[in-house]
C-alpha cells in the first residue's frame, strides 16, 4: 500500500516544531554571547551536551566541557561523554572530585547533592579562574521544581544556568538537541549512582559497583532504561523498570535476580508501581530534622 503522504496539519505541526527548536536555540545562543569565557560542568546528558556544543560554537576556545570522574559516575556514561565531546570537537577535560571521601556526602542525608555540588565547584573553580570563565550548569527549567540541593550549592559559587535564563525546559532541550542531529536528543536521564541509594545509607564506593553493575546487566537484558535502588545498607536492590516492561521483567524473573545478585546484592526486589525519577525522595519526610 503506498505510503500516505503527510498532511497540511501534520506538516504545520511539523514546522511549528522545527521553528521552536530554533527559537530556543536562538535564546540559548545570545545568553552565551554575554559570557567572555565559561566552564561547562558537562556530565554527557542531554542538558549538559546541547550546553558544552552551543557554548563550543558560540564562544569557540573559550568553552572548556568538564567531566567530574568519581566512583558515582558510571563507566559507560563517562565514555558516553568522551565519544560525544571527540564527535563535536568540544575541548574536554576531566578532573578528580573527592566527594566519596567527605563524610557529609557518604551520611547521604538529604543535603548529599550539596556537598557533591560543592566538591564539583572546587574541582572547577580553579579552571574558571585560569581561563577568566565562569561556571555554567545544565540545568534546565524542568529542574527547579525538584529537590535539588547542589542548586544552593551553584548560587553560592556564582554558577549560572544558561539554558534556565533561556527559558529551556526538557523537551525543549531534547527538541533543539534533536534539530541539531545530536545523538544525545533521546538519551535516558542518568542521574548519579548516588542518586540510588536509600536517604541515610551511607554512600560507599562498593554499594556504587553494586548498582553500576547490576544496572549494567539490567540493560544487557534489554532495559535501558531502569534503576536499582540500594536498600538496607547496600544489600536490597529495589528495581525498577517502565510499567509497560513489568511483565517482561516478570517473565524473565530468573535472569533479573541472577543478574541483580550477582552484582552483590543479597535481595532482590521489583517495585510494581514502575520506574519514575527522583522516586527516593518520598523518603525525605521520614529524615530527622
Known amino acids: 500500500m503506498a505510503e500516505r503522504p503527510a498532511s497540511g496539519g501534520d506538516a504545520a505541526a511539523d514546522a511549528g516544531r522545527v521553528g521552536a527548536a530554533g527559537d530556543a536555540m536562538d535564546r540559548l545562543t545570545a545568553r552565551l554571547r554575554r559570557e567572555d569565557a565559561v566552564v ?42 568522551r565519544d560525544f565531546a571527540r564527535a563535536h570537537g568540544l575541548a574536554h577535560l576531566e578532573v578528580c572530585t573527592d566527594e566519596a571521601d567527605r563524610p557529609e556526602y557518604a551520611a547521604n542525608g538529604a543535603d548529599r547533592c550539596y556537598h557533591c555540588k560543592s566538591a564539583l565547584f572546587d574541582a572547577l573553580t580553579p579552571l574558571a579562574a585560569a581561563m577568566g570563565a565562569r561556571i555554567a ?52 536521564a542518568a542521574p548519579c549512582l548516588a542518586s540510588r541509594v536509600s536517604y541515610g545509607d551511607p554512600v560507599t564506593p562498593e554499594v556504587l559497583r553494586r548498582i553500576e553493575t547490576a544496572e549494567g546487566a539490567l540493560r544487557d537484558l534489554g532495559f535501558p532504561v531502569c534503576r536499582v535502588r540500594a536498600h538496607a545498607g547496600g544489600t536490597l536492590a529495589r528495581v525498577e523498570v517502565p ?13 533479573v535476580d541472577a543478574a541483580v545478585r550477582g552484582a552483590g546484592f ?24
Do not use: M, W
Open 137 to 188: 550548569l545544565g540545568t534546565n527549567l524542568d529542574d527547579l521544581g525538584d529537590h535539588r540541593p547542589g542548586q544552593r550549592a551553584a548560587a553560592e559559587r556564582g554558577a549560572i544556568a544558561p539554558l534556565v535564563e533561556a527559558g529551556l525546559t526538557k523537551a525543549d532541550v531534547r527538541a533543539v538537541s534533536r534539530s541539531l542531529g545530536l545523538v544525545t536528543a533521546d538519551k535516558p
Open 40 to 81: 561547562v560542568a558537562y556530565s554527557g546528558g542531554a542538558d549538559s551536551a546541547l550546553l558544552a556544543f552551543a557554548a563550543a560554537r558560540v564562544l569557540g576556545g573559550r568553552a572548556l566541557a568538564v567531566t567530574a570522574v568519581s566512583p558515582s559516575l558510571a563507566a559507560s556514561e563517562r565514555a558516553t561523554a
Open 266 to 289: 543479597t535481595f532482590c526486589s521489583l517495585d510494581l508501581s514502575g520506574f519514575a525519577s527522583g522516586r527516593l525522595n518520598a523518603l525525605l519526610p521520614l529524615l530527622p530534622s
Open 243 to 255: 510499567v509497560t516492561e513489568i511483565p517482561r521483567a516478570c517473565e524473565l524473573r530468573e535472569r
